[in-house]
Nanobody, 124 residues
Framework: QVQLVESGGGLVQAGGSLRLSCAASGRTFSVYAMGWFRQAPGKEREFAAAISWNGGSTYYADSVKGRFTISRDNAKNTVYLQMNSLKPEDTAVYYC?????????????????WGQGTQVTVSS
């Protein structure tokens, strides 16, 4: 069983930064793509960023491109999301998820394990 635990969320002013972390259990972390998704109040969950198994390729939603950076440390079984220039519209619960394969993808249905989420609130 794979467990994903997010951390690093919180309250930040617009223009500020946060770094989210997602620690994964299991020995096969390094062979799977990982992703970050978010869900704002009253909205459906949406894709934010994804990274391939070795970090060689990344994929971003247009809404976060240029502001967010996804990375991973396979030695630590951890994936990160560095969020800069935060906006109030970035307020959401952020979830990390494990891809069903090794390639970065924005398709939610390809992700098979999900964390519980961490709240990010950006004040104006």
């Amino acid at each position: 069983q794979v467990q994903l635990v997010e951390s690093g969320g919180g309250l930040v002013q617009a223009g500020g930064s946060l770094r989210l972390s997602c620690a994964a259990s299991g020995r096969t972390f390094s062979v799977y793509a990982m992703g970050w998704f978010r869900q704002a109040p009253g909205k459906e969950r949406e894709f934010a960023a994804a990274i391939s198994w070795n970090g060689g390729s990344t994929y971003y939603a247009d809404s976060v491109k240029g502001r967010f950076t996804i990375s991973r440390d396979n030695a630590k079984n951890t994936v990160y999301l560095q969020m800069n220039s935060l906006k109030p519209e970035d307020t959401a619960v952020y979830y990390c998820a494990r891809g069903g394969g090794s390639v970065a993808t924005p398709n939610q249905w390809r992700f098979d394990y999900w964390g519980q989420g961490t709240q990010v609130t950006v004040s104006s």
